[in-house]
């Protein structure tokens, strides 16, 4: 892995969002668009088929180009479906939070649309019964959950504390991939950021919390959507 462009200067701890800045879904894009194979792929299966006026896919330039290719691996959007869990049209990984706007997919979230009453404890969704209704049903399952996550975060919902899923730690695993990234040894990490730490004790710090990181961008991040709980391992 590279360090990118977009990468902040993981030496500054301000230069990343805190804990409770961002959504759910924002934090899992956060350790994706980190992943290297995530970054190879963009680049070779999708960044060359994108429309730069409007952002549209040409999709079938991108099977074209695949033709050798066997027939399951041909369909550029599968694969990214199949190996991360991306629903709709991949971002490029310089994509910022700001930019990246989840969809939900198969279910519309009523927010004001219409004439009901809710509880702030309280989600309404619509379900459209002449599509299949498993998938929307997997999806409402899922955006139900990281708004119950992000209401117990707030405070607004009793439930599991937040330390139980680490969110606490997402900005400190960010630093360590990016500076990973750059060139930086663990020995580096570990006196940047764990300055405050005897030095044997920073220095392995620094390497599980590393390896805690990549696990996240590795494949843990498609669990913070679902369940918050399993998305980190906590040294």
């Known amino acids: 892995?590279?360090?990118?462009?977009?990468?902040?200067?993981?030496?500054?701890?301000?230069?990343?969002?805190?804990?409770?800045a961002l959504r759910?879904?924002?934090?899992?894009?956060?350790?994706?668009?980190?992943?290297?194979?995530y970054?190879?792929?963009?680049?070779?299966?999708?960044?060359?088929?994108?429309?730069?006026?409007?952002?549209?896919?040409?999709?079938?330039?991108?099977?074209?180009?695949r033709a050798n290719m066997e027939p399951r691996d041909r369909n550029a959007l599968a694969i990214f479906r199949r190996e991360f869990g991306v629903r709709i049209l991949p971002p490029p990984p310089e994509s910022s939070v700001e930019d990246y706007i989840p969809e939900v997919g198969w279910v519309?979230?009523?927010?004001?649309?219409?004439?009901?009453?809710?509880?702030?404890?309280?989600?309404?969704?619509?379900?459209?019964?002449?599509?299949?209704l498993a998938p929307q049903i997997e999806e409402a399952a899922r955006w139900v959950e990281e708004v119950a996550d992000d209401l117990r975060t707030s405070g607004k919902l009793p439930?599991?504390?937040?330390?139980?899923?680490?969110?606490?730690?997402?900005?400190?695993?960010?630093?360590?991939?990016d500076a990973a990234a750059s060139g930086a040894t663990t020995k580096d990490m570990a006196a940047v950021i764990y300055p405050r730490?005897?030095?044997?004790?920073?220095?392995?710090?620094?390497?599980?919390r590393l390896k805690a990181a990549q696990e996240m961008r590795d494949g843990g991040y498609r669990h913070i959507n679902f369940k918050g709980k399993k998305a980190g391992v906590a040294i």
């Open 159 to 177: 439930g599991v504390a937040e330390s139980r899923n680490r969110r606490n730690l997402w900005p400190e695993y960010l630093r360590l991939l």
């Open 108 to 132: 519309r979230v009523l927010e004001g649309q219409v004439n009901l009453s809710l509880k702030v404890t309280e989600i309404g969704v619509v379900f459209d019964l002449s599509l299949p």
């Open 1 to 20: 892995m590279t360090h990118a462009m977009w990468m902040p200067d993981w030496t500054a701890a301000n230069a990343y969002p805190r804990a409770n």
């Open 39 to 65: 970054q190879t792929l963009y680049d070779e299966l999708i960044r060359p088929f994108v429309d730069k006026n409007d952002g549209g896919f040409d999709s079938d330039a991108a099977r074209n180009a």
């Open 197 to 208: 730490l005897d030095n044997d004790s920073a220095l392995q710090t620094a390497r599980n």
């Open 24 to 37: 759910l879904l924002q934090w899992s894009w956060e350790f994706l668009r980190r992943s290297p194979r």
